[in-house]
């Protein structure tokens, strides 16, 4: 775990369906950003990704169970183990297809017991317990692209919301989409209508209580693709906190 000093953060202002303004970032989440562990080329991207505002806002505290669809190299994975501590863990869930033994590896490490990631095929959902947190960051738009493994993302939301507790947060993160965008301008262009995403997770029973701004970014038109050199960094994204109505998680 880091034990670092460092300054709060602020978070800018969200655009909320019932006028909630969330919190500076907390120091737990502070100092796991500013753990010096972490890879140099992560560090070198935060400017973009603003990781401390992303994981105030969904709300990662000491001690939570979570659930990471698709940690990848680990970028927020490294992160969320130090938040959530050795009372806490964190499940990744990779797809099979994607997984790659030496990016898995470099996250569970000997700093990282928290940790576990599973490769199962896409679209899986499957925790040893329930979740205060499910969590997944610029790819929910891959669940609808079938060279990945078709995918029925509507029973995928359905089992992440078995998988939580009551009360429990579902955060997605994604990259905006022109409106009217299909399945196959999503696979063109990487990119997921913010509609569509709050249509299809409320389907299931979730209720949207906060939407995040600070990685929105009107510069961008929407049209390329996420990777296109042009906008690749600097893409207009939005962040969704989603929970399963039941009362507050329970610890």
Same mark, same amino acid.
């Given at each position: ?72 190299? &680990?970028?927020?994975?490294?992160? %969320?183990?130090?938040?959530?501590? /050795?009372?806490?863990?964190?499940? @990744?869930? =990779?797809? #099979? ?69 009551? &009360?429990?947060?579902?955060?997605? %993160?994604?990259?905006?989409?022109? /409106?009217?965008?299909?399945?196959? @301008?999503? =696979?063109? #262009? ?62």
């Amino acid at each position: 775990m880091v034990r670092l000093s460092v300054a709060l953060f602020s978070v800018a202002a969200a655009v909320v369906p019932a006028a909630m303004v969330y919190a500076a970032v907390p120091d737990y989440v502070a100092a796991a950003v500013a753990d010096t562990s972490r890879p140099d080329a992560d560090r070198a991207t935060d400017v973009n990704r603003k990781p401390a505002e992303t994981m105030a806002f969904a709300g990662v505290k000491p001690g939570m169970i979570v659930g990471e669809f698709y940690p990848g190299g &680990g970028y927020f994975t490294r992160m %969320l183990s130090d938040v959530v501590g /050795p009372k806490g863990h964190v499940y @990744g869930m =990779e797809n #099979l297809r994607w997984d790659d033994p030496k990016s898995d590896k470099a996250v569970i490490d000997a700093t990282k017991g928290n940790v576990s990631i599973e490769a199962a095929a896409f679209g899986t959902v499957r925790f040893p317990q329930p979740l205060d947190l499910a969590w997944v960051t610029q790819n929910y738009h891959d669940l609808k692209i079938a060279k990945y493994g078709v995918v029925d993302t509507v029973a995928f939301d359905r089992g992440v919301f078995n998988a939580l507790k009551p &009360g429990g947060v579902f955060f997605v %993160l994604d990259h905006e989409a022109p /409106p009217g965008t299909d399945t196959a @301008g999503i =696979e063109k #262009l990487h990119r997921i209508e913010k509609a569509l995403v709050i249509k299809e997770v409320t389907s299931v029973g979730f209720k949207l209580v906060d939407e995040g701004t600070f990685l929105r970014r009107p510069s961008d038109d929407h049209t390329l693709p996420i990777f296109d050199k042009k906008v690749q960094g600097q893409t207009d994204q939005y962040a969704l906190k989603f929970v399963k109505p039941g009362g507050p998680i329970k610890r």
